[in-house]
């Protein structure tokens, strides 16, 4: 048996499959390129270098988080920068977009935990908890 992952053209490995040898050739599909893993290469942890068709181990994505936590206000707001060109955030309400300016900015006015998701290759990815304080 083979361990195969499906990878798109960015170099992320979408999906991983296990096939007998002889039937390798068979797989991919649209838009996807077949690489051969290893049983340590996983799509959570690695990418494919798309220029060397290489697997390598994702790097930490280097976010930074300011002025947490947040006052419930409308007004007070966390900055989280170091966003890489391109990635997807998804917001806490499963809204998704993609970030090219390097940072967002999060202000709330309801009191609670909100959690970002941040998505990009070749890194980790990310999740940002935010804490929205009741105003006093």
């Known amino acids: 048996m083979k361990k195969i992952g499906l990878y798109s053209s960015d ?6 499959i296990s ?3 002889s039937l390798v050739e068979l797989q991919g ?7 051969e893993l290893d049983s340590t ?6 990418y494919v270098d798309v220029d060397t ?5 994702k790097q930490p994505m280097p976010l930074i988080t300011t002025n947490t936590p947040i006052i419930a206000n409308g007004t007070d ?3 989280i920068s170091g966003i890489p060109s391109g ?8 809204q998704t977009g993609i970030v090219n300016d390097g940072e ?3 202000s709330v006015d309801l009191a609670g935990t909100y959690t970002f998701q941040f998505t990009a290759v070749p890194y980790l990815d990310k999740e940002i908890t935010v804490e929205a304080i009741a105003a006093t």
């Open 11 to 16: 170099g992320k490995i979408n999906n991983i």
């Open 41 to 46: 290469e996983e799509s959570d942890t690695h």
């Open 87 to 94: 990635a997807q955030v998804e917001w806490p309400d499963r």
């Open 77 to 79: 707001e966390v900055i």
């Open 29 to 35: 599909g649209e838009g996807l390129t077949r690489i």
């Open 19 to 21: 096939c007998p040898t």
């Open 104 to 106: 967002i900015g999060f």
């Open 53 to 57: 068709q290489t697997v390598m181990a």
